[in-house]
Every structure is written in C-alpha cells, then in structure tokens.
C-alpha cells in the first residue's frame, strides 16, 4: 500500500520561506510526476507545482519565481521550496504522484499540511 505524507507546513510571516517535504512509502516501482496542489478555505483545491521523474517543472502563474518544486528519487520524496510567502499563500497543500506499483499504475495524494503566512 502507497501513502505520501506531507511534512513542514506551519506558521510563518509574511516574506518568510517554508519548505515542505512530500515522503512516498510503499511497494514503490516508481514515480512520475510529483506535484503540489493547495487548497485555501472557501475555494477549490489548485495546481501550485510539478516535477517529472526526469526533473522538468511546471509551475503555476502564483508560484513562479518564488517557489521551487525538487525531487529525490534515490528517497522517492518530493520538495516545494516558498519563498517570499504572502498571506494569499494560507492554504493546506497537498502532495500529488502518479506511483506505479505491482497492482498497477495509479495516482495518489497526501493528507496535505497547513501553511499560514500572517503577521
């Protein structure tokens, strides 16, 4: 059985870093695309970042140049590097992989952890 855990969300002012980590556990062959999705109250859960196993990245408009998503594959963890946090930042973000096991290939999500940026 897959499970991602997500880990390193907390509180942090405005302009601050975090870093969150995204662990994949399991009967793991191998992993695709890691990605990090968040989702702030009252709204619908949105793309933030994504990493290919061959290390292409895609980010969305809101991330671009202040977050940078990695990977270690030798660890199967994924990384999503926030940099000058805004208060817009506030939200849980979830980890995201596509992870091929022996009972196939299918896609996964973390629990998610908060991030609150606030002064």
């Known amino acids: 059985q897959v499970q991602l855990v997500e880990s390193g969300g907390g509180l942090v002012q405005p302009g601050g870093s975090l870093r969150l980590s995204c662990a994949a556990s399991?009967?793991?062959?191998?992993?695709?695309?890691m990605g990090w999705y968040r989702q702030a109250p009252g709204k619908q859960r949105e793309f933030v970042a994504t990493i290919g196993n061959g290390g292409s990245t895609r980010y969305a408009d809101s991330a671009k140049g202040r977050f940078t998503v990695s990977r270690d594959n030798a660890k199967n963890t994924g990384y999503l590097q926030m940099n000058s946090l805004k208060p817009e930042d506030t939200a849980v973000y979830y980890c995201?992989?596509?992870?091929?096991?022996?009972?196939?290939?299918?896609?996964?999500w973390g629990q998610g952890t908060q991030v609150t940026v606030s002064s």
């Open positions: 399991g009967s793991i062959i191998s992993i695709s695309d």
């Open positions: 995201n992989a596509n992870i091929a096991t022996r009972e196939g290939y299918r896609n996964y």
